[in-house]
Antibody, heavy 122, light 107 residues
Framework: QVQLVQSGAEVKKPGASVKVSCRAS????????MHWVRQAPGQGLEWMGW????????RYSQKFQGRVTITRDTSANTAYMELSSLRSEDTAVYYC???????????????WGQGTLVTVSS | EIVMTQSPATLSVSPGERATLSCRAS??????LAWYQQKPGQAPRLLIY???TRATGIPGRFSGSGPGTEFTLTISSLQSEDFAVYYC?????????FGGGTKVEIK
């Protein structure tokens, strides 16, 4: 069965960077795009960016442009999201989410990781 | 950016009753709309995509309508496990955007 397993919770100081991983199993990792979505405590969902299935192209929300980098390692079936210059407002649960159709870059998200809490505090 | 507005923010419903959730897009998103359910401490779960197609394993009491700018998620007869927060999402245009959510609570 499809599974997305994310790395554990992180506590970071303002100005630092964090890198969250998302290990995929149960499907052809290179055939599906991956997106990242975050959720601040008690708030709604916010889309951050995507990485395409095969060509490793990325696109980011302008809100995070310059601070976020999404990558993937096909040998490890793992996607990564790195966010730099962290501030307290970046405290949130970060999710990876798979696009629901093979070969599509943008569509609904059919599988989600369990989420990774990133806390930014001095 | 396409703004997604959900209403109401909170919906109080008795078990067995029908719940109707609304989602409005600031411009047409065609049928490129999904609905997700989220329970406390859990990741969102896909319910509906393409405005009206139920995801695998989703019970028939969940239905969606569209397309265009006005969308509705209907839960025909609320079960105890349906009390949660529901989000709509458009994937018609970049950046992808979500509505603010509707919390369905027990009346």
């Amino acid at each position: 069965q499809v599974q997305l397993v994310q790395s554990g919770a992180e506590v970071k100081k303002p100005g630092a960077s964090v890198k969250v991983s998302c290990r995929a199993s149960g499907y052809s990792f290179t055939s599906y795009a991956m997106h990242w979505v975050r959720q601040a405590p008690g708030q709604g969902l916010e889309w951050m960016g995507w990485i395409t299935a095969g060509s490793y192209n990325t696109r980011y929300s302008q809100k995070f442009q310059g601070r976020v980098t999404i990558t993937r390692d096909t040998s490890a079936n793992t996607a990564y999201m790195e966010l730099s210059s962290l501030r307290s407002e970046d405290t949130a649960v970060y999710y990876c989410a798979r696009v629901g159709f093979r070969g599509y870059t943008v569509n609904h998200f059919d599988y989600w990781g369990q989420g990774t809490l990133v806390t930014v505090s001095s | 950016e396409i703004v997604m507005t959900q209403s109401p923010a909170t919906l109080s419903v008795s078990p067995g009753e029908r719940a109707t959730l609304s989602c409005r897009a600031s411009q047409s998103v065609s049928s490129n709309l999904a609905w997700y359910q989220q329970k406390p401490g859990q990741a969102p779960r896909l319910l509906i995509y393409g405005a009206s197609t139920r995801a695998t394993g989703i019970p028939g009491r969940f239905s969606g309508s569209g397309p265009g700018t006005e969308f509705t998620l209907t839960i025909s007869s609320l079960q105890s496990e349906d009390f949660a927060v529901y989000y709509c999402q458009q994937y018609n245009d970049w950046p992808l955007t979500f509505g603010g959510g509707t919390k369905v609570e027990i009346k």
